[in-house]
């Protein structure tokens, strides 16, 4: 049983064999139906248990669909029908309870102290579906869509962020550690990386680039990144913060400062953030990127079971 919760804490060998196998399922699930079982049904009759704190559509639909495709079940709570959330149950019995009933939790929560807890209490894998500070699954998910269509590994490409420093921008430094991939940030003044996660990367040899301007950021770069600049449940002066990022919008003039054949990538739902040209565009691959969580979350699925070939 292995847990899947933050990418830097994941060997980079065991999440190339992810992005592998991932490729592998995808490459044999051509003219399948959406529920049909790969033919291997490497975890029949386990069943995924899913729940959610915050609002979810894509990480939702592909975990419950990648389960199904690897002919598990799948199960999903919602936290205010709970004992949980009306103070009558401690996380540590809820641990028991789902390593009793499931097979795999998978949580988008609103507390890191949470899955730390679950963590230390579950007996069956946990997977961060999506936390405040990091969204390993969404971007190892990037990951193997920008290999897929770059058709090199990410190592030799040039990556770029252009917005708020976020959990998913978190996760994509770890990656860049990982996955040994430069990264460009770019951002306004006050709103950079978290100082111990950069502290964190440089010394494992990551390569990672501050800018506080948006076109600099993106020049020559290879894939450019953005996401909302007001999160979900973001506790700010959105007026304010909205404002900030005005200069921090990805146009069709901030790509031109990219490689001709750049792409652009957004984990959605989208805002302000980018212009309805590029989202819209032929650079913008947005829509095959959301679909390949499917692919990858089946093989972090068989990551945390130990059936990874």
């Known amino acids: 049983m292995k847990h899947f919760i933050n990418i830097k804490d ?50 939702r639909l592909s975990f419950y669909i990648a389960i199904k495709q690897l002919n598990g079940g799948a199960l ?38 949470k899955l730390e807890v679950l963590k230390k209490h579950m007996t069956i894998p946990l997977i961060n579906g999506l936390s405040p500070k990091s969204h390993p699954t969404q971007v190892l998910s990037d990951v193997f869509t920008i290999e897929e269509i770059k058709k090199k590994p990410i190592s030799k490409l040039q990556i770029c962020w252009i917005g708020d420093s976020n959990n998913v921008l978190n996760s994509l430094i770890e990656a860049s550690v990982k996955f040994s991939f ?30 506080y301007d948006s076109k600099k950021a993106a020049k020559g770069s290879d894939v450019i990144f953005t996401d909302k600049v007001i999160s979900m449940n973001d506790e700010v002066n959105k007026v304010k913060k909205i404002k900030d990022f005005k200069n921090f919008k990805v146009t069709p003039e901030v790509m031109k400062y990219a490689k001709k054949d750049a792409i652009f990538l957004h984990c959605l739902p989208r805002g302000s953030e980018v212009s309805n040209s590029v989202f819209l565009g032929k650079q913008s691959k947005v829509f095959e990127q959301a679909l390949n969580r499917i692919y990858v979350q089946k093989s972090i699925l068989l990551y945390c079971f130990k059936k990874l070939r």
């Open 182 to 211: 430069n990264l460009n940030v770019g951002c306004p003044k006050k709103y950079e990386p978290n100082k111990n996660l950069l502290s964190w990367a440089k010394k494992n040899k990551g390569n990672i680039k501050i800018f």
């Open 10 to 59: 994941i060997p980079s060998k065991d999440l190339k064999k992810i992005i592998l196998d991932a490729k592998r399922r995808k490459t044999k699930r051509k003219n399948f139906n959406t529920l049909d079982s790969d033919k291997d049904s490497p975890l029949k009759g386990k069943l995924l248990i899913q729940m959610f704190e915050k609002s979810s559509l894509r990480t």
């Open 76 to 113: 999903t709570l919602r936290s205010d029908e709970l004992h949980l959330s009306k103070g009558g149950e401690s996380l540590s019995d809820m641990a028991k309870i789902i390593s009793t009933f499931g097979n795999a939790f998978m949580l988008r929560t609103d507390s890191e102290q």
